[in-house]
């Protein structure tokens, strides 16, 4: 009895499958990452134009300057309310790619434990054969005692 050839390229392909989820998780978590960082840029611009806004409102203005200020200050806020919602997309997707990576595991352990299951039965069953030839030997030698 052989150990079947299927269990180790099972687990081959289940343990590449983990690292392609390892892969994808790295890539989710620098995609937060940079959408969080991109979010404090925003945030810490639209505080510098306030502060300018209103250092401008002390001096004296057109009205298109102050209009531009709030123009602006308002793009700001829907791109930063925008980034707001890339963050989440892309914390869900970090979420869904570590729950392929569990699954991924346990199919990775899965694999292994069959594999070593078919490789202790091989074993076991050379263990049997051996000592059932042993026997064997053994009794032949007694029968051809004189």
């Known amino acids: 009895m052989k150990p079947r050839a299927a269990w180790p390229v099972l687990a081959k392909k289940a343990k ?30 639209y505080e510098d134009y306030v502060r300018r806004s209103q250092e401008a409102e002390r001096q004296v203005h057109s009205m298109a300057q102050t209009l531009n200020f709030r123009g602006f200050m308002q ?9 707001d919602e890339d963050v989440l997309n892309a914390q869900r997707h970090l ?15 899965q694999m292994e434990t069959l594999m070593e299951q078919d490789l202790k039965a091989v074993r076991e ?22």
């Open 95 to 109: 979420a869904d790619m570590q729950l392929k990576l569990r699954a991924a595991e346990q199919k990775r352990i």
């Open 16 to 45: 590449e499958k983990c690292d392609e989820a390892h892969a994808n998780i790295s890539k989710a978590r620098q995609r937060v990452s940079q959408l969080q960082q991109s979010r404090q840029r925003m945030a810490m611009l």
């Open 125 to 146: 069953h050379a263990r049997k054969r051996e000592q059932r030839e042993m026997d064997e030997a053994g009794v032949m030698l007694y029968n051809l005692r004189p």
């Open 75 to 83: 793009q700001l806020q829907s791109l930063i309310a925008r980034v």
